[in-house]
């Protein structure tokens, strides 16, 4: 098959084995780049490829996944990182979607799995991965993006493929997250400033110089800044320091923005969870005013219901959540289904209806705590 597994590295010991054994039965070209390891990780990725190389690293993922797609010796590249693992990849489907989107980019479904308040959670996304390295590259220095090689376009189409990859990244201990999100948020401002972002006067003066900087952004031909402030936002969403995420989510929602975009609803969605993690359910009540805009989803109408109850508007908040599992798909698991319905039930339970509370913790299929209510309530 006319394609090559594009993968960067540094100190990934504990990942880099499972990444490539999972793509090892596909007998695909592999090209893994080291940036510096100081592990085994090479010692571990020479068991499966000969096309080990390394990258002086220079704090640019770009660069360093521009240079692995250089040794590719095939047209077409999947790029994947060290802890991304394979479930699902249909080689015959793909070849013949590639065959007939050359010039496309194919999206690849990417499961993160992590754990938050001692439970395993999920979300699925789809993102863009497998392209024609001579059309396209990565632009950025950090959280890098899939570019036309020329600039001559200022969009490309996009497909979906049969691949499907576990993600464990965001599945971190705190300190390693916090360490990691540091060092997005250098790399993110270094990103910043070579743009003409001012960090020190966007956040003092607001909206009005937030809208100046995009205009002189967009006129040097960069629409890159409100996607890095959405990126510094979920770099100190990552950290747990929830009101400063909630500042830069406000900069880059001062753009005008497409909100059909993901990374936008994501940042909608991340900054209601900001505001609610930091206390400030009240104002996340003006959510109410974007409606319109954003909440066709199971996700964006299960924000919804947290929102209000928070602010105990419960029967809107059941309304939002009834709504949430009438969705056959959702981002975040749970949201359109147990989720929804459990925290019907803790408000049904807050009110004092038993029976309604009941029934409602018995629709989320085994979830643990709505286990742990039903036990709880049978003793009562």
């Not at 499966?48 to 095939?74: G, V």
Request: proline share 2%; charged share 30%.
């Amino acid at each position: 098959m006319n394609l090559s597994i594009c993968i960067i590295t540094k100190n990934e010991e504990q990942n880099i084995d499972r990444c490539l054994k999972a793509l090892a039965p596909y007998g695909l070209e592999t090209i893994v780049v080291d940036t510096g390891s100081t592990d085994r990780t090479k010692q571990i990725a020479a068991r499966y490829t000969d096309r080990l190389y390394d990258f002086s690293w220079c704090d640019d993922f770009s660069a360093a996944k521009n240079f692995a797609i250089e040794k590719a010796s095939h047209s077409y590249v999947l790029v994947l990182d060290s802890d991304e693992f394979a479930e699902q990849l249909d080689l015959s489907a793909l070849e013949k979607q590639i065959a007939a989107h050359p010039r496309a980019v194919g999206r690849i479904r990417r499961r993160n799995v992590f754990h938050r308040n001692g439970e395993e959670q999920e979300n699925r996304e789809w993102i863009n991965r497998i392209f024609a390295k001579e059309y396209f590259h990565y632009e950025g220095r950090i959280h890098e993006q899939v570019m036309p090689l020329h600039g001559a376009e200022s969009g490309y189409r996009t497909y979906e493929t049969p691949v499907v990859i576990l993600h464990t990244g965001y599945d971190l201990p705190e300190q390693q997250k916090k360490e990691k999100a540091e060092r997005n948020i250098r790399l993110l401002e270094q990103e910043l400033k070579q743009l003409g972002w001012d960090r020190n006067a966007e956040v003092k003066d607001g909206g009005a110089k937030a809208e100046t900087a995009g205009t002189d952004a967009k006129a040097r031909g960069s629409g890159q800044i409100p996607y890095l402030l959405y990126q510094l936002g979920k770099s100190y969403y990552m950290m747990g320091e929830y009101g400063v995420a909630c500042e830069w989510f406000a900069q880059g929602l001062s753009f005008d923005l497409n909100p059909t975009l993901e990374y936008v609803i994501d940042m909608v969605e991340t900054y209601g969870y900001a505001l609610i993690n930091s206390g400030q359910e009240q104002t996340a009540l003006f959510f109410e005013n974007i409606y319109d805009e954003f909440g066709k989803s199971a996700d964006f109408q299960f924000l919804m219901g947290l929102i209000y109850m928070k602010n105990a508007r419960f029967t809107e908040a059941v309304r939002e959540f009834e709504k949430a599992t009438g969705h056959a798909e959702c981002r975040a698991q749970g949201a359109n289904s147990y989720r929804a319905n459990y925290n019907i039930g803790v408000i049904y339970e807050c009110l004092g209806k038993k029976e309604e509370a009941l029934a409602y913790y018995r629709k989320c299929g085994g979830y643990a705590p709505a286990e742990e209510r039903i036990r709880e309530l049978g003793r009562r």
